[in-house]
């Protein structure tokens, strides 16, 4: 009997099942006759169930046909979840470009629960607004922008009070979002991503202490034309449920330092990925000591896993306070840091397994610094015996170095160490001066792939068969040298 039930409600909503989108919505009112008569059937069932429950029903073979009729209702109010989810959601590709027609949508489907337009043939130039009407979409959870040419998104967005999700993807003219975002108060996620730079975040942001996901927090100039309406760093401070992955940009044009000692990252223990952007529009590229002064204050998320530090201006890499943060750190990226003259002493992470640095300019020898093992600042992140301190870069699996103009010299004078036993992997490319690679890594059992690509000096030493470096590496399973495998 239990399962008949659940076979006529099946029949019913697969029978009411669109190929299209729109057609899904538009044909809501066509089934609602039969809708309400499974609707009826389910509130009978559980009238039963109720009744049963209040009577206490003891006999052995009724009760288990209760529980079963139980399991049925409870199956059947999960298809009424989907379907009426999957009934109000609405995906708009493709369709006229009149404006006026966008509009009669969003007044005609006012029940849709998850919206996407995607604008590879929505608004050509020229149309750069999204209607007012959106704003009756009051029962919208799920919002997700892509390949639009808008340059702002209306106040009347700040109207769907049940929004819970708003994804931003390549809406590359975008710069603004509106200043009434505090009035989404149910939002959970907002996603920005893909070529989507904004000027500044608004005003009143902070308000939404119940964010999960802030993919990018955009530090704004504190002077121009915008300067009433940007929402200051220190607004992260209440976010503490915040998950995943943040972007901090723009940090480079951030004019009050003690801004960041306010913003509390330590206390947001589900952060596990961190990028902190210097970039800058407003601030001198050659502020170096307002990079190093962040820095210095800024404390970390206490699980990270991935930290990425892009277009930093100071000259030191050293971030004692940041030491406690990196026990879990896996993947570690450094990308544009030119001003910094010497490697950062990351060879006691315990748990580091791939580092990449592109473009550190000022570098022109790496030695023991690199092996972390005299810099007293990093002896507190794992065990302090000497068998943890005989192993640098205990975890190391993958290295990257690119760019590095300067670079000539790499040499790790101590013996009695152990350097990266598990490296798989070591690309070293646009190094120009660089001569030579250490021993101690080429003669690493693990060490499976070579890539030396635009080193001039290097790809000579290492030629294969002629090079007089080549016996050094031709253990290592797969080499490529140029543009080449060998």
Known sequence: MVDAVVSVVLDQLISSAFEEAVERVRRVT???????????????????LSDAEQKQVKEKGIRHWLDQ????????????????????RLQIKGIPQEKKELEDVFKQFTCLRALRICGENVWEIGNSKIPKAMKNLIHLRFLKLSWLR?????????????????????????????????????????????????????????????????????????GGEHASKVCKLEALKGMNHLRGLLKIRML??????????????????????????????????????????ITKVLQLP?????????HY???????????????????????????CESMPPLGQLPSLEVLTIWYMDSVERVGDEFLGIENSCLHGISSSSSSSLATAFPKLKHLTIKGSKKWDEWYFAKEDITIMPQLNSLDISLCNNLKSLPDQILQSKTLENLTIEKCPILEVRFKKDTGEEWPKISHIPSIRIGHWYV
């Open 69 to 88: 009729l139980k399991e049925a209702s409870c199956d059947m109010e999960d298809v009424f979840d989907e379907w009426i989810t999957a009934s109000r």
């Open 150 to 222: 808008i340059k702002e998104l209306p106040e009347t967005c700040c109207e769907l009070i049940n929004l819970e999700t708003l994804e931003i993807n390549r809406c590359t003219r975008l710069k603004r979002l509106p200043q009434g975002m505090e009035k989404l108060m149910n939002l959970r996620h907002l996603i920005i991503m893909n070529h989507v730079y904004l000027e500044y975040m608004p005003r009143g942001i902070e308000r939404l202490t119940g964010l999960r996901t802030l993919s990018e927090f955009v530090v704004g100039r504190t």
């Open 252 to 293: 480079g044009d951030l004019a009050n330092v003690d801004e960041a000692k306010h913003v509390d990252l330590k206390e947001k223990k589900n952060l596990d990925r961190l990028e902190l952007w210097f970039d800058n529009v407003g601030m001198p590229n050659e502020n170096e000591e307002n990079d190093e002064a």
């Open 313 to 339: 201006r100071g000259r030191s890499l050293i971030f004692p306070n940041w030491i406690e943060s990196f026990n879990k750190l896996k993947k570690l990226l450094f990308i544009d840091c030119k001003k």
């Open 30 to 48: 066509a089934v609602k006759a039969e809708v309400d008569k499974l609707t009826s059937n389910l509130l009978a069932i559980k009238a039963v």
């Open 302 to 310: 206490p699980n990270l896993e991935y930290l990425g530090i892009l």
